[in-house]
């Protein structure tokens, strides 16, 4: 298993929902974020205006998946979230040890 964690603009964030439902993914968390990358903040646009502070309101999302359904989601959110323009974020993927379902106990892949 896999957790992922997605930086996307947020005005991006239903058409990178619909892209994760559409692929069969049956949960994620969401979170408001800020954060900055290459540019540091400082010549990306945000709503037209320049920003003048470092931070940039971002939205992250982390999905834990099965190892066969990584490379389907990693596509689906790169699509989904792509403007081409500096600022439409990364994915970041790493090992994910175990899940637990509360409500039955289930674990690992039959929990997700
Ligand atoms: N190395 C990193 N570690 C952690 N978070 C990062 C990293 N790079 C980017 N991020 C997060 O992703 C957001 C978007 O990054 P961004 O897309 O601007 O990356 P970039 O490398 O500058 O690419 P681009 O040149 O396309 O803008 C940042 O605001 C930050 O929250
Ligand atoms: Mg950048």
């Known amino acids: 298993m896999k957790m992922l964690t997605a930086i996307i603009k947020p005005f991006k964030l239903d058409e990178v929902r619909e892209a994760i439902t559409d692929a069969g993914i049956a949960g994620v968390t969401v979170s408001e974020v800020k954060g900055f990358g290459r ?21 992250q999302l982390e999905i834990a998946l099965k190892n066969e359904d990584v490379d389907r989601l990693v596509e689906a959110i790169t699509s989904a979230a792509r403007t081409g323009k500096v600022g439409d974020g990364k994915i970041f993927i790493r090992p994910l040890e175990q899940v637990v379902r509360i409500r039955t106990g289930e674990l690992d892949e039959e929990a997700l």
């Not at 540019?39 to 939205?59: I, M, N, S």
């Open 39 to 59: 540019q540091k903040g400082h010549t990306e646009l945000y709503r037209g205006a320049e920003y003048q502070v470092d931070f940039l309101p971002k939205v």
